[in-house]
């Protein structure tokens, strides 16, 4: 592909442009770009535009991730998905377009709290139990679960945002990357023997147990040592854990993909929209 960042083809269309938006001040940062305010001048609406920087982007590698984050992104529609309005570009920036979710990360919600009860947790992994289903419905396969891509709504609710690890992947196939957060991967994904939906599943149960302990299940001072705990299943419970949430957080981390909790004929995941 041609080396220059003065275009990068993009598939979906465009619903919101460049010059239709006006932004107003920085709400973070990333690896690639920062993320701002910006109000939509027709509308009055006030969105969020991700500005990544071009170079950076071809520099890492990632002109592929991105597009294919955006295809998937323009390509769904749920109450549980950020939703997308539209793209940018000029000869340093692409710029990203999307809905303003004002709660902000659930990471720093939990880093605030410190842990949350039973119940609230719950609230929260009964809506990515939801976010999955519709996801793997559209053969989209997610790889990313963690607190920072949780984003908290004014009515409580969440939204997942950060599509750069999805994929489509069609029913009975397999794919080989290995990506997502180093305390978060499965064991499939690490042992580099293919992986599916499944791993989306592990993801809850390393978040399930985060929400509750406040920290995740196979944390260690380097990734080498955390990916050897996750191929041993190392971890252990705090005593504040009940019965119920031991249970659940076993069945989700199984490395026996026939036995984990929403890989099953009849998915096994009902308990936690029922709890």
């Not at 709400?27 to 993320?35: A, E, H, Q």
């Not at 039973?118 to 790889?143: D, K, P, T």
């Not at 989306?200 to 955390?226: H, M, N, Q, R």
């Not at 993909?257 to 009849?266: D, E, I, S, W």
Request: aromatic fraction near 10%; charge should be positive.
């Amino acid at each position: 592909m041609d080396k220059s960042p003065k275009n990068l083809t993009i598939v979906p269309p465009l619903k919101v442009d460049g010059n239709e938006v006006n932004p107003i001040k920085a709400i973070g940062s990333g690896t690639f770009g920062i993320v701002k305010i910006c109000k939509h001048i027709r509308t009055g609406q006030y969105i969020a535009m991700k500005q990544l920087n071009k170079i950076q982007i071809i520099k890492n590698k990632q002109v592929d991730h991105l597009k294919n984050e955006l295809t998937i992104l323009s390509s769904l529609c749920s109450p549980f998905v950020v939703q997308f309005f539209g793209y940018s570009q000029n000869p340093c920036h692409f710029n990203i377009y999307m809905e303003l979710v004002q709660g902000g990360e659930l990471f720093h919600f939990l880093r605030e709290k410190g842990k949350l009860n039973w119940s609230h947790a719950c609230f929260y992994s009964g809506q990515i139990v939801l976010m999955f289903e519709y996801l793997h419905s559209n053969n989209v396969i997610y790889r990313d679960l963690k607190p920072e891509n949780l984003l908290i709504c004014p009515d409580g609710y969440l939204k997942i945002t950060d599509f750069g690890f999805a994929k489509v992947l069609p029913p009975g196939h397999k794919t080989y990357t290995l990506c997502g957060t180093p305390e978060y991967i499965s064991p499939e994904v690490l042992a580099n023997k293919g992986h599916d939906k499944g791993a989306d599943w592990w993801t809850l149960g390393v978040l399930i147990y985060e929400l509750l302990a406040g920290i995740d299940p196979f944390s260690s001072d380097s990734p080498s040592k955390i990916y050897k705990k996750i191929l041993s299943l190392n971890y252990t419970f705090p005593s504040s854990f009940t019965s119920e949430s031991k249970s659940i957080v076993r069945r989700l981390l199984e490395p026996d993909l026939t036995k984990r909790f929403g890989c099953m004929k009849n998915g096994g995941i009902n308990k936690l929209r029922t709890t």
